[in-house]
């Protein structure tokens, strides 16, 4: 057996995670300005169609690009994530949206990290500890300092709205969390395949149970190309990227820069007013996601280097087994070069009488 010193972890791994997680707000931050652009920019009341046109052309766009489409038991994961992740969770946004003010409508998605974190700790094996329930309540109450006003009003359809598209974007996080993507496949396909999905079940309801505008001017067209190039195409690029870099919950942490983003973007172009309350709960948002990525430590390097590919569970044994033997200052390269023992010295041969 060889003694060498053990490996040193990088010094860079920290600030590597600090990048990851800036790169991947940005996606959620993005989306918090779809209100105002929404409200200042698109036909009034057509959530079903805004959703549309945010995830088919940008889909279409990424399969066109690429050319690469599911192959065997991805067409069923494609399938289920691309519901997940767009085309029920936009749809239900919208309808939470429509039915509920902003501040309430994003108090109710604040309960996505709690969903993400049972899942997670079903299907990921993660383990549930105290600081991340602390971080939840944390958001929570950020978030309904935040956003939440004195005249704002509940109702039903618009909270049920809120929860299950909630559970929707956190089964989507833990579920690609789990199976990563395809080997040899790109973001760009695995983004695009997503998107595509999301917007062919859209479309029909879209059809069916939304009159189409009579006219559109520029501005509308301008605001469709914003949510379908800015809004979905980038930003999921950057999303997914992020998911796969990132442990499921502290990915699910950097949501909370959307409603973050709108307040910002609303006191910027809307005229509205930020109090003491609202910085204070813009505080708490913060800490909430430095305590969730705190909380969670830094990725391993398979993940830095973009995160696992399809179903790789061999490289994470022999990372596990590095691991546990570096902390002994052994070289794993000694546990699979041969033994070094003593040559066997040569037996006499059989004398007259031997039997």
């Given at each position: 057996m060889i003694l060498r010193p053990a490996p040193q972890e990088p010094a860079v791994t920290d600030r590597r995670l600090v990048r990851i997680s800036l790169l991947t707000a940005l996606a959620p931050a993005v989306w918090g300005s779809t209100y105002l652009v929404t409200t200042e920019f698109l036909p009034p009341d057509r959530p079903l169609l805004a959703s549309t046109l945010r995830a088919l052309p940008a889909g279409l766009i990424l399969l066109l690009l690429t050319r690469v489409l599911p192959r065997g038991i991805w067409w069923v994961r494609a399938t289920v994530l691309g519901v997940l992740n767009?085309?029920?969770?936009?749809?239900?946004?919208?309808?939470a949206a429509y039915h509920l003010p902003g501040g309430v409508a994003a108090l109710v998605m604040t309960v996505q990290p709690m969903i993400v974190l049972l899942l997670g700790s079903l299907l990921l094996?993660?383990?549930i500890r105290l600081l991340h329930i602390g971080a939840c309540a944390l958001a929570a109450a950020g978030v309904a300092l935040l956003v939440l006003q004195p005249q704002a009003a509940l109702d039903g359809?618009?909270?049920?709205?809120?929860l299950l598209g909630a559970a929707c974007m956190a089964s989507g996080i833990v579920l690609t969390k789990r199976w990563g993507r395809p080997d040899g496949v790109s973001l760009l396909a695995f983004t695009g395949w997503q998107l595509t999905v999301g917007g062919l079940v859209l479309l029909p309801v879209t059809l069916l149970g939304e009159p189409l505008p009579e006219r559109l001017t520029w501005t509308n067209v301008g605001g469709?190309?914003?949510?379908?190039?800015?809004?979905?195409?980038?930003?999921?690029?950057?999303?997914?990227?992020?998911?796969?870099?990132?442990?499921?919950?502290?990915?699910?942490?950097?949501s909370f820069a959307s409603p973050l983003c709108a307040t910002v973007l609303g006191y910027l172009f809307?005229?509205?007013?930020?109090?003491?309350?609202?910085?204070?709960?813009?505080?708490?948002?913060?800490?909430?996601?430095?305590?969730?990525?705190?909380?969670?430590?830094?990725?391993p390097a398979s993940a830095a280097e973009g995160g696992r590919h399809g179903d790789d569970e061999e490289?994470?044994?022999?990372?596990?087994r590095h691991d546990a033997v570096s902390g002994l200052g052994v070289h794993p390269a000694s546990l699979t070069a041969p033994p070094t023992v003593p040559a066997p010295r040569p037996v006499p041969p059989p004398g007259p009488g031997s039997a």
């Amino acid at each position: 057996m060889i003694l060498r010193p053990a490996p040193q972890e990088p010094a860079v791994t920290d600030r590597r995670l600090v990048r990851i997680s800036l790169l991947t707000a940005l996606a959620p931050a993005v989306w918090g300005s779809t209100y105002l652009v929404t409200t200042e920019f698109l036909p009034p009341d057509r959530p079903l169609l805004a959703s549309t046109l945010r995830a088919l052309p940008a889909g279409l766009i990424l399969l066109l690009l690429t050319r690469v489409l599911p192959r065997g038991i991805w067409w069923v994961r494609a399938t289920v994530l691309g519901v997940l992740n767009i085309g029920a969770f936009f749809y239900f946004l919208f309808l939470a949206a429509y039915h509920l003010p902003g501040g309430v409508a994003a108090l109710v998605m604040t309960v996505q990290p709690m969903i993400v974190l049972l899942l997670g700790s079903l299907l990921l094996g993660a383990r549930i500890r105290l600081l991340h329930i602390g971080a939840c309540a944390l958001a929570a109450a950020g978030v309904a300092l935040l956003v939440l006003q004195p005249q704002a009003a509940l109702d039903g359809v618009g909270v049920l709205a809120g929860l299950l598209g909630a559970a929707c974007m956190a089964s989507g996080i833990v579920l690609t969390k789990r199976w990563g993507r395809p080997d040899g496949v790109s973001l760009l396909a695995f983004t695009g395949w997503q998107l595509t999905v999301g917007g062919l079940v859209l479309l029909p309801v879209t059809l069916l149970g939304e009159p189409l505008p009579e006219r559109l001017t520029w501005t509308n067209v301008g605001g469709f190309a914003y949510l379908g190039i800015i809004g979905a195409l980038l930003a999921y690029i950057v999303w997914f990227n992020g998911i796969a870099r990132l442990p499921a919950l502290a990915a699910s942490f950097l949501s909370f820069a959307s409603p973050l983003c709108a307040t910002v973007l609303g006191y910027l172009f809307m005229g509205q007013t930020l109090g003491p309350l609202q910085l204070l709960g813009a505080a708490g948002v913060v800490g909430a996601v430095v305590l969730a990525q705190r909380g969670e430590g830094a990725p391993p390097a398979s993940a830095a280097e973009g995160g696992r590919h399809g179903d790789d569970e061999e490289h994470e044994h022999e990372h596990g087994r590095h691991d546990a033997v570096s902390g002994l200052g052994v070289h794993p390269a000694s546990l699979t070069a041969p033994p070094t023992v003593p040559a066997p010295r040569p037996v006499p041969p059989p004398g007259p009488g031997s039997a």
